[in-house]
């Protein structure tokens, strides 16, 4: 299977540079006329769709080297140097499944194989736009060739182990790994970053060919989307899995690997933003260009920031010596989309300026520059400590607290955003419309803010208190803001069409999808910032416990039932069985169990947290191990208010990009339903329903 | 009308002083708290035994550094020593790595003012932009004005905008 694998990775290879070079040559002979000019004995219609055809049939070499992979994972086979570093005979089905990417030439394949699926599904759409189409799938080639050629010659997956003699049993893997959401954060996370690549060959497609208008866009909204989707539950699965395996009570460490899936996340989400301008008003041409180029080449940055060791990281079984790789297609991604942007920037000429500082369009831009503006913070802090050992000799130290102060509030002005920027008008606002609009969301504000210093709140205190009492109080204003939205739109549609305020809603969200999507994806995103702050409150306590012994955490006792050990094929455990009192009273029907597993096979251990989540905080339990000391388990609790609102919230914005991905209902079907309007109430409907994006 | 708008703008006067008040009030009363210093302290430093971790959070039984650390830490509050003291102290044993994030000495400074001064520079030059581009829009013309074949035609041109501009998706 070894050979069967090296082989379709090198039919892949040549397949990819197939696509890549007649494409290249067949779209250089369209350009010029070459059709007519008798120069190429072959159609370069016909090249290109030959090269097309190379592109699908190298997705399918890949998808064979990628079954291979999973096979030799399944059938133990050993002889294969990557099975034997990430599995064992005794490990689970799923994680064997997960085993693909737990590695460098694993994960570099999968991401291979996403990419070869990707250009699959874009090269048999074609048809939506032909030669578009042939560009993107050119470019997309182009970046297949740098994956494969790494895979082929660099990190191959199925280099055969040295010496030649294969061992009874492989080295098992990283037990951090063998978690269920390890088995699906890998794969979404890629999917999303991988995903960013299509937009990225049409930009810079479209701008290779100086393609009229602004259909590009249109192509692969739903691409970007999809795409964005996809990465925000990768980053978000990741938080869960940290939360639940680390063990030190957190889900965010500002790690570098975290900050490298933020990043593009960052300037994806100001693209996705930015794009509407292009859209409705011809305007922001270069800068879109730029944001999707940045997206991409941020996806690039953060492969290289972990695989060439540039910085320390708890992914440090990432790291190995291909960053040079990765900096020499960084550069020539650089290079190529620096020089299609001189020789077409006058293609990019803007229709339209902006033409009022309080306008949607302006509030776009604004969100932009605190999006670009935390991409930024969010770099600088992840190469400063490279850069000040390259200035002054020392490594230094860029952790949560760095990023606290400097990260925080640049979020908190983007939570504000989040709500205003609803509220303005395109074009530009009057400031009636702005009283009218902003009096709500502003009382909502106050009521809040001087609820929650009433009830005991003291900002003065504690920066991290003074952030959390701004978002709580920004939270309420822009879902004020948002409410109000819906619940106008709605209650036009309700007096069009007598129907009860639900259906209404149900009807204004289906009339604009996109819109009222979005302004979903802004609720869930608001949610999120409410769990975000209760994280200035979290407590914590630490004790060796043993049997009978009980430990204070907020209104919580938490008594040792017993201490037990078990073992299985795969791992040994240690675990306490916690019963958790409030006032006396007993909270959980089961005891709370903590545990601590050593792998067999590499005696590494693992934590297993115990955690009782409801909608006002977590009991979040580790058992750390055994007090060298006395013998007796040490046991951390950890009392984390409004965790769960993050992954309630994290459901609400996949939910809203679902919703803004549906097409919305055409204007003559949206209007089937609605009956003759009431004199005086045209005027109304037309400004609450009609406003665009 | 005249008297309506002056009750409610009377009402709202009211309202905002209100919230001024209790804001002033609540404000005012209790100011500082002496027993979070440790967890404050603390926050600024990262555990040396190698696990990239704060010194809070390293939660590795029988870490070699971590007891020493928070020995330290608790010693220096306990004698007194004011917080750049303690945090001296542990960059003096430790090196500057013990920090968890850099000083505001020398080229560190820089970690902290380049967000907000990129920030800044980007906004700034932002608003005059975007106030130059609006200064630029022409100015719009009287509604009983005689219409010309190209005023006609920039009319048709500018409908087309706004059906595109209005347009729900």
């Keep these: 299977m070894a050979a069967f694998g090296s082989f379709a990775l090198l039919i892949g290879l040549a397949l990819a540079a197939y696509n890549l070079f007649a494409g290249g040559i067949a779209l250089r002979l369209l350009a010029v006329g070459g059709t007519n000019s008798g120069a190429s004995r072959v159609s370069p219609e016909r090249l290109a769709e030959t090269a097309r055809r190379a592109g699908i049939a190298s997705f399918v070499a890949v998808t064979a080297a990628a079954f291979a992979l999973i096979w030799s994972v399944f059938h133990n086979d050993f002889s294969i140097e990557y099975i034997v570093e990430h599995s064992n005979i005794a490990l689970p089905s799923p994680y064997k499944f997960a085993a693909m990417w737990s590695g460098q030439e694993g994960s570099l394949l999968l991401w291979a194989w996403l990419l070869a699926a990707y250009g699959f599904v874009l090269r048999l759409r074609h048809k939506t736009d032909v030669k578009l189409h042939a560009y993107a799938g050119t470019i997309l080639a182009g970046v297949q060739v740098f994956f494969l050629t790494l895979l082929n010659f660099k990190v191959p997956p199925f280099a055969l182990v040295r010496g030649g003699i294969a061992p009874a049993d492989g080295n098992g893997l990283n037990p951090l790994l063998q978690y269920p959401e390890m088995v699906i954060h890998p794969p979404m996370l890629y999917l999303g970053y991988v995903g960013f690549t299509v937009p990225f060959a049409f930009a810079l497609g479209a701008l290779m060919m100086r393609y009229p208008g602004e259909k590009w866009i249109h192509i692969t909204r739903r691409w970007t989307m999809m795409t964005w989707m996809f990465l925000t539950i990768g980053i978000f699965l990741g938080m869960h899995w940290a939360y639940a395996v680390l063990g030190w009570g957190g889900y965010w460490g500002w790690d570098p690997v975290e900050n490298a899936s933020l990043m593009p996340w960052l300037t994806g989400t100001a693209f996705l933003h930015s794009v509407m301008m292009q859209e409705k008003r011809g305007m922001m041409k270069s800068w879109n260009v730029w944001l999707i180029f940045s997206t991409f080449m941020l996806s690039i940055l953060g492969t290289l920031l972990t695989r060439a060791g540039l910085v320390s990281s708890v992914h440090a079984f990432a790291q190995s010596s291909i960053g040079g790789w990765f900096v020499t297609f960084l550069v020539i991604v650089a290079a190529v989309c620096i020089f299609t942007y001189f020789l077409q920037r006058d293609h990019l000429k803007t229709e339209h300026h902006l033409e009022s500082l309080v306008s949607r369009e302006s509030s776009f831009l604004f969100n932009n520059l605190v999006l670009l503006a935390a991409c930024f913070t969010i770099l600088w802090g992840t190469l400063f400590p490279v850069l000040s050992e390259y200035v002054e000799g020392v490594k230094k130290t860029v952790s949560g607290e760095y990023y606290r102060h400097v990260a925080i509030p640049i979020g908190v002005f983007l939570l504000l955003l989040t709500g205003v920027g609803p509220l303005l008008a395109w074009r530009a606002s009057s400031f009636r419309s702005l009283r009218r609009n902003f009096v709500l969301p502003g009382i909502a504000f106050a009521a809040t803010a001087v609820a929650l210093i009433a009830i005991g709140l003291k900002p003065w205190a504690d920066e991290a208190v003074f952030y959390s009492l701004m978002t709580f109080s920004l939270a309420a204003a822009v879902a004020t803001a948002i409410s109000s939205e819906f619940l106008r739109g709605a209650g036009v549609i309700h007096r069009q069409t007598g129907k009860n305020l639900f259906a209404s809603m149900i009807l204004l969200i289906r009339r604009s999808t996109r819109r009222y999507g979005g302004y979903i994806v802004h609720l869930g995103l608001v949610v999120i910032f409410i769990g975000f702050a209760g994280m200035a409150f979290n407590r914590s306590a630490e004790k060796a416990m043993g049997v009978g012994d009980s430990m204070e955490i907020g209104p919580y006792t938490l008594t040792n039932l017993g201490n037990t050990q078990e073992s299985n094929p795969n791992y040994d455990s240690e675990y306490s069985l916690i019963d958790v009192y409030d006032h006396g009273k007993k909270v959980l029907d089961q005891p709370m169990a903590p545990e601590k597993r050593v792998y067999a096979v590499n005696g590494q251990p693992q934590t297993m947290v115990a955690n009782h989540s409801t909608l006002r905080w977590d009991l979040y339990v580790v058992y750390e191990g055994q007090d060298t000391a006395t013998g007796l388990p040490m046991i951390k609790a950890f009392l984390n208010p409004l965790v769960a609102w993050i992954w309630i919230g994290l459901s609400i914005v996949v939910f809203g990009t679902l919703v803004a991905m549906v097409p919305s209902l055409s204007p003559a079907r949206a209007t089937v339903a609605a009956t003759a309007p009431k004199p005086g109430q045209i005027p109304a409907a037309a400004v609450a329903t009609g406003g665009g994006d | ?169």
């Design chain 2, 1 to 169: 009308m005249l008297l309506r708008n002056w009750n409610l703008r009377s009402k709202f006067m009211r309202s905002a002083q209100a919230l001024l008040v209790a804001a002033v009030v609540c404000f005012s009363l209790d100011a500082t708290d002496t027993g979070g210093r440790f967890n404050d302290v603390g926050r600024k430093l990262m555990c040396t035994c190698g696990c990239a971790q704060s010194l809070l959070g390293c939660d590795h039984v029988g870490c070699p550094n971590r007891g020493g650390e928070m020995d330290e830490l608790r010693d220096g509050i306990a004698n007194g020593q004011s917080d750049a003291v303690i945090l001296d102290g542990f960059v003096a044993r430790w090196g500057a790595t013990v920090l968890g994030a850099p000083t505001t000495k020398g080229f560190d400074l820089v970690a902290w003012i380049m967000p907000f001064a990129v920030a800044a520079i980007a906004l700034i030059g932002t608003i005059l932009l975007v106030r130059n581009w609006a200064k630029s829009q022409p100015q719009a013309a009287l509604a009983n004005a005689p219409v010309s074949p190209a005023q006609a035609e920039a009319a048709e041109t500018m409908r087309e905008r706004i059906r595109r501009e209005t347009e729900t998706d």
